[in-house]
């Protein structure tokens, strides 16, 4: 959950680096650090963000051409100036920056600690470079050798780079459950935790593979071994970002860019997979594994957060239209509670990063016991897309702020295609019902841009509940999950506590907090079961509570219901949560930026959960 970047070649070293940081800062913020190499080890690092460490150099020597830096998110140790990466080995011929958790660390340090090493943090990350040096003098090997035979001592995840005096060169990198890219130049290497620092140099990119080691070294070509010291070919692939789409474009904050990009990410989600003309959905990866889907015994939703939201989603779009048994598992509970995993089950994980350590434990278990394993991700070449068997990307384009928006409903834009698919493959929707449905579908991306235009609405509404400390969350059907999901966004960002429920479930238990202070959100487009919901808010105004209502245009009922609504547009109810979604992603927006929150980058929160 933390930000690498490396680089060595012929230019100055710090501004890549720093503006890499910059680029990577939403996986961690709890302090940063810069390490150069120009005859010693010039290392510098400072509690708080990147913007910090930028001031904390200022007048010191930051010259080189090669050098790594950190951006943190802590697990072991506090954030402060001492357990900032990157760390010294005892001599100081040696700094490394690591991203992960090395689980046996105490082991080792009380080891290390016997033999003479003294340790200056509470990280576990100081450890490994304190044994690495070990390794080196004990044995009297190379570095690469010491690194190898480190690595085969640690329990954990770790993605680490580290750089030595004595070889003024050179990077070396390895990693484990943890991503990695080398992006390779003219006579330059660039190497990140992703690839948003490296697109602007080059497009060639080598990803680090499970339990490699990357020599990046000047003058020679990229090197690739295993940690048993295996050669290896790298394979050069093409990143397709586009630089622009990592800038704010004008937005105060990525979040609501990526609000309003919306439109644009779920028909690029949409694009090349629907022909409305010809009434069919084509997606490579079912059509390689159709027999396995048709066939399944149950999918299973693997995923955690946002993700989580969307897979719920999943569930009623394909026990709906494709009649399939669903069960949607949080990826952190199921790999620990001895699940039952069958053969003729698939697996579906769920990720924007494609990098979540429990999801990617998750598949490998459920892999090992035969299940297909299917991805869902947002980033090329990610660790959880590699694994897959097979799987579709979202195509939503960098998502940079913590909060997730474009990537829950690019989601369940590509769960809906799916759904469809097999459905009409299965001859369980008629095929008058597919083509309304496909053309509706279609009509997606500018019915949420109609949608978009409640912004300046959502903004008034969002200041009368500023004072706000508790919210509630209604919705149920397809709109339970979106329930869930508006709760979520709001706690992430404006930091008020928020829980969402099935609408009938009030009844048992959170109606006893409804007064006439607590805001409650109902999410009560036309649905099937539009009149149940109706008599849930009949429940709250009947004890003086706040109703907040999203509901389809043209609606009187709620509306005279309601203290506030947001209208959009209508449409089939089982695409209602990718326009509902849109008044809830601006109102917990708006709410945060008049509290003053850092919404980009809230509290305690970092992007890509790449460590348990």
Known sequence: MCGIVGYVGNREAYPILINGLKRLEYRGYD????????????????????????????????????????????????????????????????????????????????????????FRSNTDTEVLVQLIEYICKQEKVELVTAIQLALSQVVGAYAIVVISKNHPDQLIAARKGSPLVVGIGK???????????????????????????????????????????????????????????????????????EIFEQPKSIRDSIRGRVNVDMDTISMAGIIDFEQRF??????????????????????YLFEELARIPVEVEYASEFRYR?????????VIAVSQSGETADTLAAIRLAKQKGALIYSICNVVGSSIAREADAGSYTHAGPEIGVASTKAFTSQVTVLALMALYLGRRKGIIPANRFNELLIELNNIPQKVEETLKLNEHVLEVSKIFTYARNFLYLGRGYNFPVAL?????????????????????????????????????????????????VSNIQEIKARKGKVIAVVSKGDTTVSKLADYTFEIPETDEIFSPLLAVIPLQLLSYYIAD???????????LAKSVTVE
């Open 485 to 533: 999901e508006g709760a979520l966004k709001l706690k992430e960002i404006s930091y008020i506590h928020a829980e969402g429920y099935p609408a009938a479930e009030m009844k048992h238990g959170p109606i006893a907090l409804i007064d006439k202070k607590m805001p409650v959100v109902v999410i009560t487009p036309t649905s099937s079961i539009y009149d149940k919901v």
């Open 338 to 346: 001895n699940p039952i995993i069958n053969e003729t089950d698939v």
């Open 187 to 257: 006579d330059e290497f660039f190497l990140a935790s992703d690839a948003s620092p490296i697109v602007e140099f080059t497009r060639d990119v080598v990803y680090v593979e499970e339990e490699e080691i990357a020599i990046l070294k000047l003058g020679e070509k990229l090197q690739i071994k295993t940690i048993k010291n295996q050669e290896k070919t790298p394979f050069v692939q093409q990143l397709e970002m586009d630089l622009s789409t990592l800038e704010k474009g004008g937005y105060k904050h990525f979040m609501l860019k």
């Open 594 to 604: 008049m509290r003053d929150c850092e919404i980009d980058q809230p509290r305690n």
């Open 294 to 315: 048709l066939q399944a015994g149950r999918i299973i939703f693997l995923a955690a957060g946002t993700s989580w939201h969307a897979s719920l989603v999943g569930e």
């Open 31 to 118: 302090s940063a650090g810069i390490a150069l190499l120009n005859g010693n080890i010039n290392l510098y690092k400072t509690k708080g963000k990147v913007s910090e460490l930028e001031n904390f150099v200022k007048q010191k020597n930051i010259s080189g051409h090669i050098g790594i830096a950190h951006t943190r998110w802590a697990t072991h140790g506090e954030p402060n100036n001492v357990n900032a990466h990157p760390h010294f080995s005892e001599s100081e011929d040696l700094a490394l920056i690591h991203n992960g958790i090395i689980e046996n660390y105490d082991v080792l340090k009380e080891e290390l600690q016997k033999a003479g090493y003294h």
